[in-house]
T-cell receptor, first 113, second 114 residues
Framework: SQQGEEDPQALSIQEGENATMNCSYKTSINNLQWYRQNSGRGLVHLILIRSNEREKHSGRLRVTLDTSKKSSSLLITASRAADTASYFCATDAWSGGYQKVTFGTGTKLQVIP | NAGVTQTPKFQVLKTGQSMTLQCAQDMNHEYMSWYRQDPGMGLRLIHYSVGAGITDQGEVPNGYNVSRSTTEDFPLRLLSAAPSQTSVYFC?????????????FGPGTRLTVT
């Protein structure tokens, strides 16, 4: 199973609403990152939160990390149609001598104008 | 800066054929990685490199070879294509360890093996 698993798998909201997606992981991590992928494109980095941080903001994005529950959430406030994309969390941990980054299966967000 | 570039954008291969997916970056990043993305599976790491001349296997390396002779280029070779290798392939680079800094992704190569 995936180290990072997002839920929900799909989310549809109206423009202006907030969107929250969650990521759970299984092993201890160094950092957790969130990426966005527009349809047919590569991933774009949104935000990185270190294991000793609990919350981080970037513009309309708010990320929380709870290492005791091995979970993170990404909140997008005042969503726009342009936020329509898939969102992935990526966790990293040392594994077999290298720093392994594992991506979750993603949450597909649709923002309806 | 062009960032991370990948060629080709699309490719169709017959089973047993070989080919090389090209990846280049102009940001002088040490770390480069290859991922494949399959529906419902997220991205899985194929091979990665921590600098010129140094490569290592990721999660799903079988059937793929890589080399890193320069900082800029990190080609991925499919030795004998199989239908199971039908996927979208992404190359990524980062200035330091992949978990400590953001990765910059290329636009992807959509590969179909028939």
């Amino acid at each position: 199973s995936q180290q990072g698993e997002e839920d929900p798998q799909a989310l549809s909201i109206q423009e202006g609403e907030n969107a929250t997606m969650n990521c759970s992981y299984k092993t201890s991590i160094n950092n957790l990152q969130w990426y966005r992928q527009n349809s047919g494109r590569g991933l774009v980095h949104l935000i990185l939160i270190r294991s000793n941080e609990r919350e981080k903001h970037s513009g309309r994005l708010r990320v929380t990390l709870d290492t005791s529950k091995k979970s993170s959430s990404l909140l997008i406030t005042a969503s726009r149609a342009a936020d329509t994309a898939s969102y992935f969390c990526a966790t990293d941990a040392w594994s077999g001598g290298y720093q392994k980054v594992t991506f979750g299966t993603g949450t597909k967000l649709q923002v309806i104008p | 800066n062009a960032g991370v570039t990948q060629t080709p954008k699309f490719q169709v291969l017959k089973t047993g054929q070989s080919m090389t997916l090209q990846c280049a970056q102009d940001m002088n990043h040490e770390y480069m990685s290859w991922y494949r993305q399959d529906p419902g599976m997220g991205l899985r790491l194929i091979h990665y490199s921590v600098g010129a001349g140094i490569t290592d296997q990721g999660e799903v390396p079988n059937g793929y070879n890589v080399s890193r002779s320069t900082t800029e280029d990190f080609p991925l070779r499919l030795l004998s294509a199989a239908p199971s290798q039908t996927s979208v392939y992404f190359c990524a680079s980062s200035p330091t360890g992949t978990g400590y800094s953001e990765q910059y992704f290329g636009p992807g190569t959509r590969l179909t093996v028939t």
